[in-house]
């Protein structure tokens, strides 16, 4: 007889039959949230036109060579940042250590695109940094050398400085979690911090330290703000010259899809890494780390080099965006600043507890129906975080747009009446684009608090008559409030700081705080862009403090 597996236990707990309503509304589900990323994928097929073929032979080459250097200088910086601050703080005892520990992570409340506005204010000619240079030295004009912060490099230094904290999180996870023994043995073979690191903990990290690297290099490709703001040409700015400036959806979504083509390539190396992941550990002992002891010059050298990425990712910028949003208070904190904050927490509520409401439909279906169509459709439903709101966007309002289109045209014509645009245009597409981007944030929340409950939960409830949902609604959501509120949350956020979807699908006239900091911005009225990049920030911090004591949490014996 063949053993019985807990799905296969659950599943007979509650009777399901081969195919029900839970697989109908998981692949449904799944497929609507697929709709853009196919729809995209479905232009490659199509004909080239002459746009296309001027793309070709002018500007790609710029979209994709600027888009390889720009991730080249974005890997060196959150490899350097992260690798060095997670193995300080989670294996060296220095001052300060256990507040920087967490620390280090405020740079992920910052966007890009704010941090590079931050640093244009405070880095170009008229800024205080250079005007104190030209004071004390008396110069003029071109009589001094300046790096110039509008440039490739100075996108990929912004970028670097907000996404270390993605590798940083998952590196020190990695080192935390490391067995105790293989370090233990390092030492007795006379390896001191430097040869353990290098030869011992550096190797059974890697595949987390990938796996974080792929992620903010996701995030690289998918930025518009930073890249538009310092004139650097990569897919997301050409995908909105193409569909704006010459106004060709077809080539656009061309685009799309090849910037989704590197996308991809990094998602099967993210999945390469966690199939590497199980080398991480290689003994079940877990105890306190006995860190190694800095003093002296070491320990200022390791507090110096912790410190600088939360000085110049977090520190600095926030002090500048206060100063302005200081200066500026009396014009722009105003009405028209609340309606945008309203804006902006509605839109993000709103896709929250949608989002929340699909990701805990599809992972307790995928709980209760662990079968391979609905895992599938779960992967599926939940790769939309991997692409670009710019890509996402454009596979949004194209079929809205064509169903729009065609409901009018068949009104018009047998009814003498016309319907208008009901879907694109409006805040439902907005929100479809949003729940489609961060549904997977969500998901990932919910399947981890899911898991958590013992099975024996389902049959308590089974016990007493109740049904799946009930069971659902009565045993299983009280268990996981803390789950439900962090998915929320963490949608929540991200849907505030979302920016290229916003502007392309927002309705007409209606701004949000991401925009009108864009706007201000690109009017290089970057004092008017203070207040709404401000509390976007202090907004994000939230997420940061949950994630904070998660990983402070994350290995039995830590401290």
């Not at 390092?186 to 353990?196: E, M």
């Not at 890697?206 to 998918?222: D, K, Y």
Request: hydrophobic letters at 55%; a positive charge.
């Amino acid at each position: 007889m063949q053993p019985v597996t807990p799905e296969q236990t659950l599943a007979s707990r509650f009777r399901l039959p081969r195919f029900n309503s839970w697989d109908s509304a998981i692949v449904l589900t799944a497929l609507l949230v697929a709709t853009p990323v196919l729809v995209i994928t479905a232009f490659v097929f199509f004909p080239a036109n002459e746009n296309w073929k001027h793309l070709l032979d002018t500007l790609l080459a710029d979209y994709v060579i600027n888009s390889i250097l720009l991730m080249i200088g974005v890997s060196f910086g959150v490899l350097s940042i992260g690798i060095l601050c997670a193995w300080l703080t989670s294996m060296c005892e220095f001052p300060g250590r256990k507040i920087l520990s967490w620390l280090l992570l405020l740079p992920l409340a910052f966007p890009a695109y704010i941090i590079a506005y931050t640093y244009t204010g405070l880095l170009d000619f008229e800024g205080p940094l250079q005007s104190l240079i030209r004071a004390q030295f008396n110069w003029r004009y071109g009589e001094y050398w300046f790096p110039e912060v509008r440039s490739l490099a100075g996108a990929a230094t912004m970028l670097s400085l907000v996404l270390y904290p993605y590798v940083y999180l998952m590196a020190r996870a990695a080192f935390l979690e490391q067995s105790i023994c293989v370090l233990e043995v390092s030492r007795t073979l006379g390896n001191g911090a430097i040869n353990t690191f290098r030869k011992v903990a550096l190797p059974l990290a890697r595949p987390a330290i990938v796996t974080g690297l792929s992620l903010a290099l996701m995030e690289t490709l998918a930025d518009y703000g930073t890249v538009q703001y310092f004139g650097v040409s990569t897919f997301t700015t050409g995908i909105f010259r193409t569909w704006f400036g010459m106004g060709d959806s077809t080539t656009a979504a061309q685009l799309s899809a090849v910037l989704m083509g590197f996308v991809f390539v990094l998602i099967l190396l993210e999945r390469w890494s966690r199939k590497r992941a199980r080398f991480h550990h290689t003994s079940g002992k877990y105890s306190a780390i006995d860190r190694y002891q800095l003093s002296g010059s070491k320990a200022w050298l390791a507090l110096i080099a912790c410190l600088l990425p939360v000085l110049f990712g977090f520190a600095l910028p926030a002090a500048q965006l206060l100063t302005w949003t200081l200066t500026t208070a009396e014009e722009t904190v105003d009405a028209s600043f609340l309606t945008l904050t309203a804006h902006s927490l509605l839109l993000a509520s709103i896709s929250a507890v949608v989002a929340v409401a699909f990701a805990l439909m599809l992972a307790y279906g995928k709980r209760l129906r662990n079968t391979i169509l609905t895992t599938t459709s779960v992967r599926l439903a939940a790769m939309g975080y991997a692409i670009p709101g710019t890509v996402i966007a454009m596979g949004v309002i194209l079929p809205l747009a064509w169903f729009d289109n065609t409901l009018d045209n068949f009104m018009r014509v047998h009814f003498n009446f016309s319907t208008g645009l009901l879907f694109s245009g409006t805040l439902f597409a907005l929100i479809f684009a949003y729940i489609v981007r961060f549904l997977s944030v969500s998901i990932q929340a919910v399947e981890s608090g899911l898991a958590k409950i013992k099975p024996s939960i389902d049959d308590a409830g089974r016990s007493l008559g109740l049904s799946p949902i009930a069971v659902l609604k009565q045993l299983h959501l009280p268990l996981m409030k803390g789950t439900v509120l962090t998915a929320l949350l963490l949608v929540f956020v991200d849907v505030l700081k979302e920016l290229p979807a916003t502007l392309i699908l927002r309705p007409f006239n209606y701004n949000t705080l991401a925009v009108r900091a864009y706007e201000m911005a690109a009017d290089e009225r970057l004092a008017d862009a203070g207040a709404p990049a401000l509390m976007i920030v202090l907004t994000g911090i939230i997420p940061v403090i949950l994630l904070s004591k998660v990983i402070t949490h994350s290995r039995a014996g830590n401290n």
